[in-house]
């Protein structure tokens, strides 16, 4: 099975600026989660869906939103960029079906805001 | 709240020399814990993880943890380290209850140094 996917790898930005951010995750898994890593904070929950659903969220303010479409693919969205968004952000896919799933992650897409 | 610990921001051990990184973590109920490594620019890789069962658990790599109720804890180890192995190591926990979330609460990350 083909690995989660993210692009793009690589992004630069302006404060002020939105970005959005794709994910595609295993085929038939259901569950996309995405993160921050950053340095200073290390890892952070952004949020979760499943079929579609956002099913949880992380402490992170409403600047940064996401979906999921039919076929699992999931994206992300900052609007009006600040610097400290400035980060690699993971996205991270399961079955979702059960707490014991691992998540299986993609490698990243890495934003920087100037 | 779920929370996880790693005492330690880097470990250094000698090639061939056997590797402990440390993890605590904090739950209610009984948890699901995971350790995954980082290699540099990559995403994270799954390595193990305890579910139930057998409090020694087995993963990729060569790699084991043990998990310790009485002491929250879930350390993990390898009999003999490799170079290869120099990465940065996280320890993560997920409540197994809770309304369908399955979010993992992440620790800070251990970086290990294994010294040729």
């Known amino acids: 099975k083909a690995g989660v996917t993210q692009t793009p790898r690589y992004l630069i930005k302006t404060r002020g600026q939105q970005v959005t951010l794709s994910c595609s995750p295993i085929?038939?898994?259901?569950?996309v989660s995405w993160y921050q890593q950053t340095p200073g904070q290390g890892l952070q929950f952004l949020f979760e869906y499943f079929s579609e659903t956002q099913r949880n969220k992380g402490n992170f303010p409403g600047r940064f939103s996401g979906r999921q479409f039919s076929n699992s693919r999931s994206e992300m969205n900052v609007s009006t960029l600040e610097l400290g968004d400035s980060a690699l952000y993971l996205c991270?896919?399961?079955?979702?079906?059960?707490?014991?799933?691992?998540?299986?992650f993609g490698p990243g897409t890495r934003l920087t805001v100037l | 709240a779920q929370s996880v610990a790693q005492p330690e921001d880097q470990v250094n051990v000698a090639e061939g020399n056997p590797l402990t990184v440390k993890c605590t973590y904090s739950?209610?109920?009984?948890?699901?814990l995971f350790w995954y490594v980082q290699y540099p620019n990559r995403g994270l890789q799954f390595l193990l993880k305890y579910i139930t069962g057998d409090n020694l658990v087995k993963g990729s790599y060569g790699f084991e943890a043990e998990f310790n109720k009485s002491q929250t804890s879930f350390h993990l180890k390898k009999p003999s380290a490799l170079v290869s192995d120099s990465a940065l190591y996280f320890c993560a926990v997920r409540a197994p209850s809770g309304a369908g979330s399955y979010q993992l609460t992440f620790g800070k990350g251990t970086k290990l140094s294994v010294i040729p």
């Open positions: 739950v209610s109920g009984n948890p699901y």
């Open positions: 991270a896919s399961s079955p979702g079906t059960s707490g014991a799933n691992e998540q299986f």
């Open positions: 085929s038939g898994h259901r569950s």
